[in-house]
């Protein structure tokens, strides 16, 4: 019952044991310039805050002219390290007039790069750790992958997005609606009152239901713009879970912030 | 002890489908002192974490849950029926360690974080849940804010974002890294 090796889907870095005659790693095992750059780093023995530029320069391009394909992105990346570490060695070579201290050390831009992805690298090797013992564990909100890749991302809900839920309701009302609708005076002030107290007996109220239940366009405008506002002033929350779902509206639990709009 | 507290919270802990907090135990139990159902519940751990029990009870996300044990994820696959969970690729890794301890951040500070652009890999973490939008930063071209997701707690078995590994640890990692690099 022994667990099954783990996939060894990382890419392995060389050891310096094969550092010597032809040696050949791809570019395509690193994760990008910083990962090449502090293998090379370290291959070397180079103490992280007191990089001899022009060498690794060298070897860093050294491994741009063994690429063995060509992808653009990638490559933009590359060689935006290269150019970087270029420039830092033409400032080094500037003459000063007295000595840099040490935030002006030209490198000191790299180097604070190199020291935090250093830190996140070093990071995801604790994390895959975590990873390999919780992946082999099975939960009770576990649910089977459904077949084919899911298209769906958590939504974002604008401005935008309301209206149009509303209009589209008052548009099927439209259509399912003939009487006459008379105009009656539904003041801001008592709607708002009133939403407030359905939302705190209901908690959740849903978006579309509420405006089904409204007898008149100019009610139900009202009670637009009242949620609007409840939403704007933070008081209340719309929430769509998934595309073409209903949109849930409830009341945020801040008792403080409700008050002040009771 | 109190068996019949110990089968209350048992039963719970079983129904949830999100870690249970103290405070919701709590809650259900009434009059029951939080020292108790703590005392209570460390019984329980206890009672699942011996040899011959398939299943324990974990922290994770805030509160406590059951899980499988890990001996046994070849046969609850083969029951359910599906392939080995795969594990994050590096770049989604790097990419969810840079937003764990830079959060709140954007696609641009995680790029530059790891010199890469990491739109792709934000892509398939928000698949994924194990992130999530909070928001738009104030900055030209208003760009999306990321932070991790209660799933991230769970997914890695964390308590919480402290429960991320330490700056002290991460340096003693490194230390250890170097160390190997420098035998012959």
Redesign the interface.
């Known amino acids: 019952m022994a667990a099954e090796p783990l996939s060894a889907d990382d890419a392995p870095v060389p050891s310096s044991a094969d550092a010597a005659e032809g040696y050949q790693v791809r570019l395509d095992v690193f994760e990008g310039p910083l990962d090449l750059l502090l293998f090379l780093i370290r291959k070397k023995k180079i103490d992280i805050h007191d990089i001899p530029i022009a060498a690794i320069t060298r070897d860093y391009l050294g491994y741009l002219e063994r690429k063995t394909e060509i992808n653009l992105d990638r490559e933009a990346e590359f060689v935006f390290i290269a150019a970087l570490l270029i420039y830092i060695k033409s400032q080094m070579l500037l003459p000063r007039e007295t000595d840099l201290a040490e935030h002006e050390d030209p490198r000191r831009v790299l180097i604070d790069r190199l020291v935090e992805y250093e830190k996140v690298k070093a990071a995801c090797s604790l994390l895959r750790e975590r990873e390999d013992v919780q992946i082999l564990q099975w939960k009770r909100n576990f649910i089977p992958p459904l077949h084919g890749e899911s298209e769906l991302e958590p939504l974002e809900l604008s401005l935008f997005d309301l209206a149009e839920s509303f209009f589209l309701m008052m548009k099927r009302r439209e259509a399912a609606d003939t009487r006459v609708i008379r105009g009656r005076d539904v003041p801001i002030e008592v709607k708002m009152k009133e939403l407030v107290t359905l939302l705190q007996e209901r908690h959740v109220l849903d978006f579309l239901e509420y405006f089904e239940s409204h007898a008149s366009l100019e009610e139900a405008l009202v009670s637009f713009f009242c949620i609007l506002e409840l939403v704007k002033s933070r008081v209340a929350v719309a929430v769509q879970d998934e595309l073409f779902q209903t949109i849930r509206v409830w009341l945020r639990k801040d008792p403080h912030r409700t008050a002040a709009h009771e | 002890m109190n068996d019949s507290l110990k089968a209350l919270i048992e039963s719970l802990i079983?129904v949830?489908?999100?870690p249970v907090t103290l405070d919701r135990l709590g809650t259900i139990a009434e009059g029951v002192p939080p020292a108790e159902i703590q005392a209570v519940l460390e019984e329980l751990i206890r009672d699942y974490e011996a040899e011959g029990r398939g299943i324990h009870i974990?922290r994770a996300g805030g509160g406590w849950?059951?899980?499988?044990?890990?001996?046994?994820?070849?046969?609850?696959r083969r029951l359910?029926q599906?392939e080995?969970?795969?594990?994050?690729?590096?770049?989604g890794?790097?990419t969810?360690?840079?937003i764990?301890?830079r959060q709140p951040v954007t696609q641009s500070e995680v790029s530059?974080?790891?010199?890469?652009?990491s739109t792709g890999a934000l892509?398939t973490l928000?698949?994924k849940?194990l992130i999530?939008?909070v928001g738009r930063k104030k900055a030209p071209g208003n760009p999306?804010v990321y932070r991790t997701s209660d799933e991230f707690l769970?997914?890695?078995?964390?308590d919480s974002l402290e429960g991320?590994?330490s700056?002290a640890?991460?340096a003693k990692?490194?230390e250890e890294?170097?160390a190997v690099?420098?035998e012959p």
């Open positions: 079983f949830s489908q999100e974990i849950l059951f899980s499988t044990k890990p001996a046994h994820d070849r046969e609850v359910l599906i080995r969970k795969n594990r994050l690729s590096s770049a890794l790097e969810l360690a840079a764990a301890y530059a974080i790891r010199g890469v652009d892509k928000l698949e849940k999530k939008i999306l769970l997914y890695l078995g964390l991320l590994p700056e640890e991460i990692i490194l890294e170097k690099e420098a």
